[in-house]
């Protein structure tokens, strides 16, 4: 599965999707998912995509989140195709969070007709970089876009379907390895957004972060800000069960900006993390 998640890593990093013109990847994405019979596609406001395998009601239902914007790093004379670079080592370009795409693009091809249920949230404006401070460069020079809107959309169309996660999982990329090797798990949103959590919601994030912790124990614990804190505030404002919502990041080294490097073992690892995670997943 790495050699499927760096095919879709390198194809994804070559798109200039940077923050509002996400939809220069939704070619990409959806004829991923238009080869896996059981994929279908939710309708979701904004330059968002959600696809969803399995509608079993007897099986739990788990959410695997990543952003589709780019920071761009080019200004307006950008190249039609972004440069990356794979070595033995490493995988150099747009990583943030390309490496978050292709993982999820692997773990969707290689997902069985067992449980759980899976939603795919692929998410706009994640990034606020260019909003904050290169706005010109945006679509309407970023009038009426936010930053977390995409995550916040996603959330809100599940819970008016009411088609609720009991976990969001998201796959991003974590400067706090500062180059070196690494894989972190955020899991306390509630520190970072305006959500005051409920007992049920801390009890059910605790195990699930016990979850990933016996599957791979040099896992390291920490928090900082991304879609995962969106995912966590929205849904469990107005959801009546808690729907946990944690990340699992490989290091990436340098960040936001250009060359931007992710190790092959970290993907590598994350996606055994995932995989065990999805087959071990007990509500």
């Not at 761009?72 to 995988?91: A, F, R, W």
């Not at 808690?242 to 970290?266: C, M, N, T, W």
Request: net charge negative; with cysteine.
């Amino acid at each position: 599965m790495l050699e499927t998640a760096i095919h879709h890593i390198v194809n994804t990093a070559k798109v200039p999707s940077f923050s509002t013109y996400e939809e220069r990847l939704h070619d990409y994405i959806r004829s991923v998912f238009s080869d896996i019979s059981a994929a279908n596609e939710i309708e979701v406001e904004g330059n968002s995509l959600v696809f969803q395998l399995g509608d079993d009601p007897d099986q739990s239902t788990i959410a695997i989140a990543g952003h589709l914007d780019k920071i761009n790093h080019y200004g307006i004379d950008y190249p039609d195709e972004l440069p990356v670079e794979v070595s033995e080592e490493y995988i150099e370009g747009a990583m943030d969070d390309c490496a978050g795409l292709g993982m999820m693009l692997a773990l969707a091809e290689q997902a069985e007709n067992e449980a759980p249920n899976l939603l795919f949230f692929f998410s706009e404006m994640e990034e606020s970089k260019g909003l904050k401070e290169h706005a010109e460069l945006l679509r309407d020079n970023g009038d009426g876009y936010q930053h977390g809107m995409g995550a916040r959309r996603i959330a809100r169309r599940c819970l008016d379907l009411e088609l609720l996660p009991e976990a969001v999982i998201t796959l991003d990329t974590t400067p706090l390895f500062k180059g070196k090797p690494g894989v972190a798990l955020y899991s306390k949103h509630w520190e970072l957004n305006e959500l005051d959590p409920s007992p049920a919601l801390i009890e059910q994030t605790e195990k699930t972060v016990a979850q990933f912790i016996t599957i791979d124990p040099k896992i390291k614990l920490d928090n900082n800000t991304n879609d995962f804190l969106e995912y966590g505030e929205t849904f469990n404002q107005e959801a009546q069960q808690p729907v946990v919502s944690v990340a699992l990041e490989p290091a990436i080294y340098p960040y936001h900006q250009k060359g931007e490097r992710v190790f092959r073992g970290d993907i590598s690892r994350c996606l055994n993390i995932m995989t065990a995670f999805l087959e071990r997943y007990q509500s």
